[in-house]
């Protein structure tokens, strides 16, 4: 079983966040709120900086706080949605495997796709607006 403290280690090098500091700023939480964490009893942490942690790694309260949870992905999602094809089910958790940079990397791709290879309407579509 891993305590709070294992898995906030254990998401920093998955996500490679090299510090606390850098965690504090992501996290938008005090510097100093988070080193308390650490050296002092982290039992006592507030459910915003609780919160805000668990946003930043995209996981759940229930991940974060409850030591017999092991799987990071415990109680997130699942991308079986019909709303999503198979591909597009393959990109979102190829995404998620990421790390902070990587999903920053393909955001920013994202960004030059959308603009150089934007989706134009049918034909069709556009005779039966005439």
Known sequence: MENL???IDFLMQRDGIKSKLQLSK??????STLTSLYNKDFKKAKLPTIEAICRVFGVTLDYLCRDEITDPNYGLSPLSSSDLSEDETQ???DYRNLNKQGQE???QTMYIAKQTYKKMPDIS???NQA
């Open 91 to 93: 990109l979102v958790e």
């Open 5 to 7: 403290l294992q898995k």
């Open 105 to 107: 990397y393909i955001r």
């Open 125 to 127: 579509d556009l005779e």
């Open 26 to 31: 992501a996290a938008n939480i005090p510097y």
